[in-house]
């Protein structure tokens, strides 16, 4: 029994809320591609102006991410990859699964940090996020890191829905999971084409003008 109620809920909060969370995110960026600054900035504001906004992120994104993010990295260090004996779908899936988690673990830490944290320290404010990423996906390193980063945590997402109902008992034939594999992968295309639409999106010129008001505030103000 070792473990077994903590790999349980890592396994649920995975699904609710943090998958949930994630096709909500490429939901709301994908409003840039789609109404540009002004799209992306009613997107920001509404969400912000949800009631009781800390206590919705604490409990729905902060502390599950938290807990399976930690969690997710104990596990990865204590896997056991089969690959060598047995090359299955089933074990490259369990490879890639721990793989992608160590990658997207990296890439939200350093996002959150540059994106929701600086907000916190007051550099930049929530109208200004578009140019404030604007400015962050021309530089061509950040742009391959977005990529990569996004990737890992879409396939992550979307593999970790299939294996959920595999481990959970709802999809237990072959065919049940053949079938939910091919709706995992079309999971898996369409919200990293969402978050992918909104990356290209943030390099156009209409991000540009207000990346250059925020330059010139701070160095009016700096
Ligand atoms: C095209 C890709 C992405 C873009 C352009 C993007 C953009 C942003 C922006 C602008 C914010 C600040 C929002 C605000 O505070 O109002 C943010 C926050 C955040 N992003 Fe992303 N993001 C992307 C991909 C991802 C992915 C793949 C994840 C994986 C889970 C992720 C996780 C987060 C988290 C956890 C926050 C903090 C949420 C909060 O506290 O409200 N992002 N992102």
């Excluded at 949930?20 to 709301?28: S, V």
């Excluded at 992120?57 to 399976?68: A, N, Q, V």
């Amino acid at each position: 029994m070792k473990g077994y109620y903590a790999r349980k809920v890592h396994s649920l909060l995975g699904l609710v809320p943090l998958s949930l969370f994630l096709i909500e995110h490429a939901i709301t960026n994908y409003a840039a591609f789609d109404g540009g600054q002004a799209g992306f900035q009613k997107a920001v504001r509404s969400l912000n102006d949800l009631p009781l906004v800390f206590f919705l992120e604490l409990f729905f994104i902060w502390l599950p991410l938290l807990f399976h993010g930690v969690y997710g990295l104990y596990i990865a260090y204590q896997a056991q990859p089969n690959i060598g004996h047995f090359n299955t779908e089933r074990n490259w899936r369990y490879v890639l699964q721990r793989v992608s988690g160590v990658v997207a673990f990296v890439f939200i830490v350093w996002h959150v940090y540059s994106t929701r944290f600086q907000i916190s320290l007051g550099n930049v404010t929530h109208d200004e996020l578009g140019g404030w990423m604007h400015d962050m996906v021309t530089q061509p390193g950040y742009f391959v890191f977005f990529l990569v980063g996004v990737i890992a945590t879409t396939f992550h997402f979307a593999n970790g829905v299939w294996a959920f109902l595999v481990s959970w008992g709802i999809t237990v034939g072959p065919r049940a999971q053949r079938i939910s594999s091919y709706i995992c992968m079309g999971l898996f295309v369409a919200v990293t084409a969402l978050f992918m639409l909104s990356l290209f999106a943030f390099r156009g010129e209409e991000f540009a003008n207000t990346a250059s008001v925020v330059t010139t505030l701070k160095t009016l103000i700096g």
